[in-house]
T-cell receptor, first 114, second 114 residues
Framework: NAGVTQTPKFQVLKTGQSMTLQCAQDMNHEYMSWYRQDPGMGLRLIHYSVGAGITDQGEVPNGYNVSRSTTEDFPLRLLSAAPSQTSVYFC?????????????FGPGTRLTVL | AQSVAQPEDQVNVAEGNPLTVKCTYSVSGNPYLFWYVQYPNRGLQFLLKYITGDNLVKGSYGFEAEFNKSQTSFHLKKPSALVSDSALYFCAVRTSGNTGKLIFGQGTTLQVKP
């Protein structure tokens, strides 16, 4: 299994540009989520999904959209990038959304918005 | 509100000495606690978790953590530190009914010197 994969690894955008961060998992996990990591703030949840066709907002959802058309994929869209969205983005998945399940993380996407 | 605190931004320890990385939590209900490690320019790797049962949890790479309900703590420990243990460590918590949402501490950098 490849586990959780993310593309691209690095991206530079100009303010106002849009882009999609890709996330895929091959473990047949129902639960997937997106976090952003900023220095001194740990990881903060952006959006999550408990299964195909179901998404919900996390702690910091503004400026981001998600969809879950398949079990495997969970893309994160930035509609109009802002410098405040400069961060490292991690996708994670777990077998279910149960609180006891371990979440497995992808390698991350480092995004810079100029 | 649920929260996790890692009171030390950085912990320095000499190779071969025991190490402790501290974590305290505040939740309503039963806590499910996790430790993750992040090596430079990598994603988060799962180390261990406490769900129920024995308060001493053993995990990967010789790490262990002790759950203390009265002190609401979940400190990460290792009897003998290695230089290769140098990394960023995150404590996280979930509660029952809090579907999928991991609440992270801000992270502690561990530096192990030869």
């Amino acid at each position: 299994n490849a586990g959780v994969t993310q593309t691209p690894k690095f991206q530079v955008l100009k303010t106002g540009q849009s882009m999609t961060l890709q996330c895929a998992q091959d473990m047949n996990h129902e639960y997937m989520s997106w976090y952003r990591q900023d220095p001194g703030m740990g990881l903060r949840l952006i959006h999550y999904s408990v299964g195909a066709g179901i998404t919900d907002q996390g702690e910091v959802p503004n400026g981001y959209n998600v969809s879950r058309s398949t079990t495997e994929d969970f893309p994160l869209r930035l509609l109009s990038a802002a410098p405040s969205q400069t961060s490292v983005y991690f996708c994670a998945s777990s077998r279910r959304g149960d609180s006891t399940d371990t979440q497995y993380f992808g390698p991350g996407t480092r995004l810079t918005v100029l | 509100a649920q929260s996790v605190a890692q009171p030390e931004d950085q912990v320095n320890v000499a190779e071969g000495n025991p190490l402790t990385v501290k974590c305290t939590y505040s939740v309503s209900g039963n806590p499910y606690l996790f430790w993750y490690v992040q090596y430079p320019n990598r994603g988060l790797q799962f180390l261990l978790k406490y769900i129920t049962g024995d308060n001493l949890v053993k995990g990967s790479y010789g790490f262990e953590a002790e759950f203390n309900k009265s002190q609401t703590s979940f400190h990460l420990k290792k009897p003998s530190a290695l230089v290769s243990d140098s990394a960023l460590y995150f404590c996280a918590v979930r509660t029952s009914g809090n579907t999928g949402k991991l609440i992270f501490g801000q992270g502690t950098t561990l530096q192990v010197k030869p």
